[in-house]
């Protein structure tokens, strides 16, 4: 099964616009995150998708393969669909271009969710991590999952869910971590549907699939994901890098 990474990578970023290209110990961040995910040894190819010129000649001159979107793009996924029909890949992860730590053992376990569905039920996985604190709970950056018995997604929300009414002890809640692995017949579905009502109304493009019956499944991590949104999250995400580096 070919597997291949693709790395959206949008420049103009609502909340810490050209945060891509902001300095990471060093280097900018989209090219820190590139070079992560090619040394985790996961990938026969590993390609960035842009919007910017700017980021194109950064993955140019350090030797990296890159698509230049052509039209604007309201998801990583549809960004990546574009041209998912241009390579030969069975698996395509989507990993995205402000998530420099990922680490391989996540990867990992989405790419054998595929190689054990013998059966070819499940369309797309993602990854999910246990949130205790209840500021973690509330906060609409963090989006949560609700699973069934099987750990197939039932529905993200940036609000709290489930709703724990009763206040039940011992409630189960979930952080969605972004990374997806998609079979590519399953990606370039995507990009032909249109956006469906949840989808526009959370802001959340995983929600098309749901609301088109495609099967999700979510796969337990203990990485914390450090997306990076706010410039609080690129100042934390630098402590990480003089941390390894020291």
Do not use: C, W
């Not at 000649?57 to 039209?71: D, Q, Y």
């Not at 604190?133 to 699973?147: A, H, L, Q, S, T």
């Not at 069934?148 to 039940?168: C, E, G, K």
């Not at 929600?207 to 999700?216: A, F, V």
């Amino acid at each position: 099964m070919k597997t291949v990474a693709m790395i959206p990578a949008r420049y103009n970023s609502e909340r810490l616009p050209g945060k891509l290209m902001m300095d990471l110990g060093g280097i900018p961040l989209i090219l820190r995150t590139y070079k992560n995910v090619i040394n985790l040894g996961l990938f026969d190819e590993v390609f960035v998708v842009t919007d910017s010129k700017i980021i194109f000649e950064l993955i140019r001159k350090n030797g990296g393969r890159i698509f230049m979107s052509s039209i604007k793009h309201e998801s990583g996924s549809d960004r990546i669909a574009e041209f998912a029909s241009e390579i030969k890949a069975d698996l395509i992860l989507n990993v995205q271009g402000d998530e420099p730590f990922i680490d391989k053992q996540s990867l990992k376990k989405l790419i054998d969710v595929f190689n054990n569905d013998f059966q070819n039920i499940i369309d797309l996985a993602s990854l999910m991590q246990p949130i205790i604190e209840p500021i973690d709970i509330d906060n609409p950056n963090n989006v949560k999952v609700v699973v069934d018995n099987n750990n197939f997604a039932i529905y993200f929300s940036r609000s709290v869910v489930p709703y724990n009414r009763l206040n039940i002890k011992n409630t189960n809640y979930f952080k969605h971590i972004g990374v997806y692995a998609f079979r590519k017949e399953s990606l370039l579905y995507f990009y032909k549907s249109k956006p469906s009502p949840l989808e526009k109304l959370e802001k959340l493009e995983q929600l098309r699939y749901l609301e088109n019956g495609k099967k999700i499944k979510m796969v337990k991590t203990n990485y914390n994901g450090h997306g990076i949104d706010v410039m609080e999250d690129l100042i934390n995400a630098r402590k990480i890098v003089n941390e390894q580096s020291s």
